[in-house]
């Protein structure tokens, strides 16, 4: 396969040099995608976007064209996902092609003297995320240096979502920093379980047992769900997709607190908190949330770059209960949610399908939960819990903010939860005619005050609302 060789414009943006990256790797062929790649490609064909992941990062430690020219290198040679182009198979399907070697361009933005390097940084990762990649015949890693009166100011990096996933990101990262110093060689081996020989795997016998038993699982819940997660569409004007942040200390101080005393983790608890607030919002449970999960706790597969989180199926009863016995159902829900996210797409659409005739209505599961930290072991016990004061400062600087809208979004609801400092930080995603900008508000407002309240003591009420919390504050801190 000849391979082209960009010229001055790279992913559509205009570059004033380039440097040609060649490379080799393993893993070489042609076949189907994992599953995994199959669900993002699929999102992405009805999105109309690559979903792609990067930004522009500042350089702060004298890295030069040719370091990054390395790292790039790094990545191709490494990473049989980021050698992958997708074409068209006979069947009208994808399959994707792995090359064994061939060249990529680490491309080169110089900044005009006085102008600002960041602005030339932001304003490249902005083009590039909003420009589709051409997976046909385009490796699926963009890569360039911005640079400002000769010196490296920024390295701007955007990924398809088809090539890898947050987890896979931090693979990278992490093998990246783990380089030797001398020669730049990896310090492991290179991971042996690439894109095509996971879709090989993933057509094995023992790959459709797990399969249908995933499937069972989805098959019990969405046969015990309502049709619906929120009320119908009301039209509230543009923009109609919107992207929010929550940031809380809080939030972050509350659920440590919290996880400590159950044994759980934050992310339980931000969990248990979501689906409760939303259950208190909607009027309705048990709550039926999806759950982004990443399948790299399996055998083999813990480094590997390619996507592998998938979408679980989550069910808790928030009724008639402590917060504590939430995070508990929570838990325990979230364990088999984990289990059975390793699934045939394809099969799961079909098995959805089947239900929503046989019930003679579509089971909406557009609510949605993806916790991207990376670090979400148990809370060590023993922690002294913040005051009442502590919490009540902290809640009081908490802020939402709102983003560029989107386009265009699939689901009615997603919250992603993120660190920000010593914050939680959580990103809304939302179809304001179903769940209006107040409500989100509101909504994050609530969310906040419950896992508030039960830090200070795990016999509150879940029904309290925000105003009651922070009267509970007042009341504690005084």
Known sequence: MAEPVPG????????????????????????????????????????????????????????????LAAELRFFMCRYASMRARIRTGADGGPVQEVAGSGQAVLGIVDSADGADPDLAARELAERWEATPFDHAEEWPIRMAAVRSRGRVTHVVVTISHVATDGGGIAVMLRELGERDPATGQPAGPAPATGPLELAALQGAPSARRQNDVSLRHWERLLRAAGPRRFGPRVDRGEPRYRLGVFTSRALHLASRAVAARTGDSTSSVLLAGYALAVARLTGISPMLIQVVVSNRFRPGLAGV??????????????????????????????????????????????????????????????CLFNDRRLDLGVEPPGQV???????????AVSSLRWGKPFPTYLDKLMV???????????????????????????????????????ALDPDTPTGLSAAQVEGMLARESS
């Open 8 to 67: 001055t414009i790279l992913g559509g943006a205009r570059m004033t040099d380039r440097v040609v990256v060649p490379f080799e790797g393993a893993g070489a062929g042609a076949g189907g995608l994992t599953w995994g790649q199959r669900k993002v490609w699929t999102l992405m064909q009805q999105a109309g976007t690559s979903m792609s992941m990067g930004g522009a990062v500042p350089v702060t430690d004298g890295r030069t064209v040719q370091d």
């Open 305 to 366: 770059s390619h996507p592998l989180s998938v979408n679980g199926l989550f069910m808790v009863d928030t009724a008639d209960a402590t917060f504590d016995e939430v995070v508990d159902r929570t838990r325990r829900a979230s364990a088999l949610c984990s289990k059975h996210a390793y699934y045939d797409p394809a099969a799961l659409d079909e098995l959805r399908a089947r239900i929503d005739r046989e019930r003679g209505e579509v089971v909406e599961t557009s």
């Open 385 to 395: 819990p913040p005051s009442a004061q502590e919490l009540a400062d902290a809640r």
């Open 416 to 454: 992603q939860v993120g660190a920000a400092g010593d914050a939680v930080e959580l990103e809304i995603q939302v179809d304001t005619h179903h769940v209006s900008a107040d409500e989100v508000h509101a909504l994050m407002l609530d969310l906040e005050a419950v896992v508030v309240a039960a």
